[in-house]
């Protein structure tokens, strides 16, 4: 036997989804430019975590608001780092280990005040292939710094330089989505 709906039940199956779609559909767009982002970022928990503080971003204008986010983290970060390098917090006796620490005070010097300053300027600009090219060599520079300490036992900047490479290779996807997005439609 075949049972029918009757206009009451189906009356309160409409009634329901529209009293719980919206909230859910709300949701979801708030999280979903994130989401979008960090999958298609290589280091998904890192982003995740790092642009969670604005998660109210949504269009095309928020995606420079997720790139500059990540770039001012990442700066906070890399500016300590340079300060506590500068105030000798990484002293050692070791004369190898000094060496690599005079030459990250050196990368890290690039990294705050020349590359990642360029990068945020020029994310201001709208210039995303500059931010892109300051976010890749900022990288770079962290892992010369990384690669210093190769045979030392004591890797005091391991995990900055770490997090400054990945943060940068987030950067980096995140400007990728407005590299494309702003290309310039091809006439032929
Ligand atoms: C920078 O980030 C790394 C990785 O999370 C952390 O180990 C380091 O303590 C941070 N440095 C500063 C100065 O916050």
Redesign the pocket.
């Known amino acids: 036997m075949k049972q029918t709906s009757s206009p009451t039940t189906i009356f309160l199956h409409l009634f329901i989804l529209i009293i719980l779609i919206p909230p859910i559909q709300s949701t979801l767009s708030h999280t979903s430019l994130l989401e979008q982002i960090c999958r298609q970022s290589p280091h998904y928990h890192l982003c995740t975590i790092t642009l969670r503080s604005s998660i109210n971003h949504r269009s095309k204008e928020d995606i420079i608001g997720f790139a500059r986010l990540a770039l001012r983290i990442v700066n906070?970060?890399a500016t300590?780092?340079l300060n506590?390098i500068k105030k000798g917090y990484m002293q050692t006796t070791c004369p190898m280990e000094k060496e690599a620490i005079k030459d990250c005070l050196a990368s890290y010097n690039m990294i705050v005040n020349v590359h990642l300053h360029e990068a945020l300027n020029a994310l201001n600009k709208h210039d995303y292939k500059i931010v892109k090219q300051r976010a890749y060599v900022a990288g770079i520079q962290a892992e010369t710094c990384d690669n210093k300490f190769k045979n030392s036992i004591r890797k005091p900047l391991k995990?900055?330089n770490?997090?400054v490479q990945n943060l940068c290779a987030i950067i980096m996807s995140i400007v990728n989505k407005l590299i494309l997005t702003n290309q310039p439609t091809s006439s032929y």
Request: charged residues 20%; without cysteine.
């Open positions: 906070a970060n300590i780092t506590h995990d900055t770490r997090y």
